[in-house]
Antibody, heavy 122, light 110 residues
C-alpha cells in the first residue's frame, strides 16, 4: 500500500536552514506529482509546494516563495523540501501528499504522510 | 492564492444535519469542479471524504455529501454521529498543479 514517511524536522533557530525528506513506497513514485502541505499548531492546512511527476513543473505558495526549494530523487523514491531563512511563522507540521492520478496535475490528495514537525525558535 | 473561507465552527445534535460552506472568489474555484473535502481528527492525517465536488470515496458513509453553486461549495453531514466531531477542510485545485485549502471548520456534536 501507499506509504509516505517524512523526516528531517526539528528545532531550528530563525534564519537557519533545514531539509525535509519524504520517503515514498508502495507505488510508482516517478508517475505522481507530489506536494508539501503544512499545518501550524492549532491552525489550518496550508498548501506549500508541488513538483510534477516529471520534475518540469514546480510551484510554491507565496508565503514560502524564494525561501524553499522542492525537489525529488526518483532513484531513491524521495521528495525533499529545502527550507532557508526560516521564520517563526514557518513552525508547523510538514506533510507530503500524493495526488490522485498518474501523469497528471490531479484533482485531490489521496495519500498523506504523518508529517514532521519543524519548530523555528531561538 | 487566498484561502477559501469556511465558518469557524458548526454544531448539531446527533441525528441532525449540518452544512459547511466553502467560499472562494478566485476564477479557479468558480470554473473548476475539483473541490475536495478532508476530515481531520486532532493529531491525525487528513482523510478524504468528498472529491470532485460531490463524489464519495469508497468507505465513506453516504451521510457525507457535497455540492457547489457558483462560488460556494458545501459539505453536508446528515444524521450526525459522535464520530463526525472533527475539523473539516475544503480544498480546490487552483490550476497549474497548485491547490488552495479552506480555513477549516470545527464540527461539534451537542
Amino acid at each position: 500500500q501507499v506509504q509516505l514517511v517524512e523526516s528531517g524536522g526539528g528545532v531550528v533557530q530563525p534564519g537557519r536552514s533545514l531539509r525535509l525528506s519524504c520517503a515514498a513506497s508502495g507505488f510508482t513514485f516517478s508517475a505522481y506529482s507530489m506536494h508539501w502541505v503544512r499545518q501550524a499548531p492549532g491552525k489550518g492546512l496550508e498548501w506549500v509546494a508541488v513538483m510534477s511527476y516529471d520534475g518540469k513543473d514546480i510551484y510554491y505558495a507565496e508565503s514560502v516563495k524564494g525561501r524553499v526549494t522542492i525537489s525529488r530523487d526518483s532513484s531513491k523514491n524521495t521528495l525533499y523540501l529545502q527550507m532557508h531563512s526560516l521564520r517563526a511563522e514557518d513552525t508547523a507540521v510538514y506533510s507530503c501528499a500524493r495526488i490522485n492520478k498518474e501523469y497528471s496535475s490531479g484533482d485531490y490528495f489521496d495519500s498523506w504522510g504523518q508529517g514532521t514537525l519543524v519548530t523555528v525558535s531561538s | 492564492q487566498s484561502a477559501l473561507t469556511q465558518p469557524r465552527s458548526v454544531s448539531g445534535s446527533p441525528g441532525q444535519s449540518v452544512t459547511i460552506s466553502c467560499t472562494g472568489t478566485n476564477h479557479f474555484f468558480v470554473n473548476y469542479n475539483y473541490v475536495s473535502w478532508y476530515q481531520q481528527y486532532p493529531g491525525r492525517v487528513p482523510k478524504l471524504v468528498i472529491y470532485d465536488v460531490g463524489k464519495r470515496p469508497s468507505g465513506v458513509p453516504d451521510r457525507f455529501s457535497g455540492s457547489k453553486s457558483g462560488n460556494t461549495a458545501s459539505l453536508t453531514i446528515s444524521g450526525l454521529q459522535a464520530e463526525d466531531e472533527a475539523d473539516y477542510y475544503c480544498c480546490s485545485y487552483a490550476g497549474t498543479y497548485t491547490f488552495v485549502f479552506g480555513t477549516g471548520t470545527e464540527v461539534a456534536i451537542l
